[in-house]
């Protein structure tokens, strides 16, 4: 069992910064992937970036957070962090992160991202 726990969430201004980030109970952290993903109001979860245990990046489609947006983790903490850079007003919504290994998952309660335009 993997217990997932976000902070970091908050109010910024458009164009502004934050940064995201999930802890993770259990001694097996570095097996897991770990995803961030996001819902806004009245929309569907959606994915946004995804690290594997080794460090290997992907990311939602293009002009939505690729390039604006870094997953990082430091396994010897058990966090996984999402840097956001140039925040818009469409970026708001509740980010959920979510680890995965084989068959488990597990997510996290999530933390509200607004950003104010």
């Known amino acids: 069992q993997v217990q997932l726990v976000e902070s970091g969430g908050g109010l910024v201004q458009a164009g502004g910064s934050l940064r995201v980030s999930c802890a993770a109970s259990g001694r097996t952290f570095s097996r897991y992937a770990m995803g961030w993903f996001r819902q806004a109001p009245g929309k569907e979860r959606e994915f946004v970036a995804v690290?594997?245990?080794?460090?290997?990046?992907?990311?939602a489609d293009a002009d939505s957070v690729k390039g604006r947006f870094t997953i990082s983790r430091d396994n010897a903490k058990n966090t996984v962090y999402l840097q956001m850079n140039s925040l818009k007003a469409e970026d708001t919504a509740v980010y959920y992160c979510k680890a995965t290994f084989l068959t488990r998952e597990y997510w996290g309660q999530g933390t509200q991202v607004t950003v104010s335009s």
């Open positions: 690290i594997t245990g080794g460090g290997t990046t992907n990311y």
